[in-house]
């Protein structure tokens, strides 16, 4: 098992940057592939980024594509989200999750680990 802690949320102006860390305990952080997702408020949770566990691939909502940069530090149990060009529309609850396997699944279903969320506010 793994556990998820969410960090870096806050308010910020459109144009700007943010980012997010997840930070993971357990001794088998390397071997899951993780994920960021977000939940605007009324609407269902959907898939933003992924990465594979040995970090060299990454998968993207398009939506986010040529914005966000999702990367890992496996030495420090972390996954972050680094977040530019942001704009009202990126408003919502910022989620990470963890899965064995496969990196580029996107439904929330096949994730099953996840961390409290922290919130992203962009404001126009």
């Known amino acids: 098992q793994v556990q998820l802690e969410e960090s870096g949320g806050g308010l910020v102006q459109a144009g700007g940057s943010l980012r997010l860390s997840c930070a993971a305990s357990?001794?088998?952080?390397?071997?899951?592939?993780m994920g960021w997702f977000r939940q605007a408020p009324g609407k269902e949770r959907e898939f933003v980024a992924s990465i594979r566990w040995s970090g060299g691939n990454t998968y993207y909502a398009d939506s986010v594509k040529g914005r966000f940069t999702i990367s890992r530090d496996n030495a420090k149990n972390t996954v972050y989200l680094e977040m530019n060009s942001l704009k009202p529309e990126d408003t919502a609850v910022y989620y990470c999750a963890a899965r064995s396997g496969a990196y580029y699944y996107t439904a929330t279903a096949t994730y099953p680990y996840w961390g409290q969320g922290t919130q992203v506010t962009v404001s126009s």
């Open positions: 357990g001794r088998t952080f390397s071997s899951y592939a």
